[in-house]
Structures are given as structure tokens and as C-alpha cells.
Nanobody
């Protein structure tokens, strides 16, 4: 069983920052891509940021310039640094990984942006 464990969610004021982490079982180099998705109540789950095995990154237009995805192969961890947070960023954030064409998901971590 592939395990993805997220951490770092919580409550933050608008304009604040949070750093989410996703630790995977085994080497993250075994995954062709790792990514962060988010889902707000009543909405679909959307891609926020992704990084491939080769190091290519992709961001949703709504977070470009504010969020940064990174990886630490030694710690088997992918992180999402979120700056200048807005109320519309509030959602459940999920870690995703792809290996041999199969998708794996973490249980999610909640991010709340409110004064």
C-alpha cells in the first residue's frame, strides 16, 4: 500500500502563510509526478501545483506567484509553500502521486483563511 501523509494545515489570516508537507512511503523518485490538489465545499477537486520526476513544475493560474512546490528526495517529502493567502484559498488540500500510471491520494489537510 502506498501511503501519503499530509501535514501543516490550519487557520491563517488573509495575507498570511502556511507550508504544507506530504511524506510518501518509499522514494518519491519512484513517482512520475507528485502534486497538490484542493477541494472547497460544493466544488470539484482542482490541481494547485505539480512537480514531475524530472523537476518540471506546473501551477494553477490562481496561485502562480504566491505558491511554490518543492521536493526533498532525502526526506521523501513534497512541500507547498503558500504565501499571501486569500479567503478563496480555503479548502481541503490533498497530496497526489502517480506511479506506473496509478493515482494515489493522501487523506487531506484543511486550510482555513479567515480574519
Amino acid at each position: 500500500q502506498v501511503q501519503l501523509v499530509e501535514s501543516g494545515g490550519g487557520l491563517v489570516q488573509p495575507g498570511g502563510s502556511l507550508r504544507l508537507s506530504c511524506t510518501a512511503s518509499g522514494s518519491i523518485s519512484s513517482f512520475s509526478r507528485m502534486a497538490w490538489y484542493r477541494q472547497a465545499p460544493g466544488k470539484q477537486r482542482d490541481l494547485v501545483a505539480a512537480i514531475t520526476r524530472e523537476g518540471i513544475m506546473d501551477y494553477a493560474d490562481s496561485v502562480k506567484g504566491r505558491f511554490t512546490i518543492s521536493r526533498d528526495n532525502a526526506k521523501n517529502t513534497v512541500s507547498l509553500q503558500m504565501n499571501s493567502l486569500k479567503p478563496e484559498d480555503a479548502a481541503d488540500y490533498y497530496c497526489n502521486a502517480i506511479r506506473i500510471g496509478l493515482n494515489y491520494w493522501g487523506r487531506g489537510t484543511q486550510v482555513t483563511v479567515s480574519s
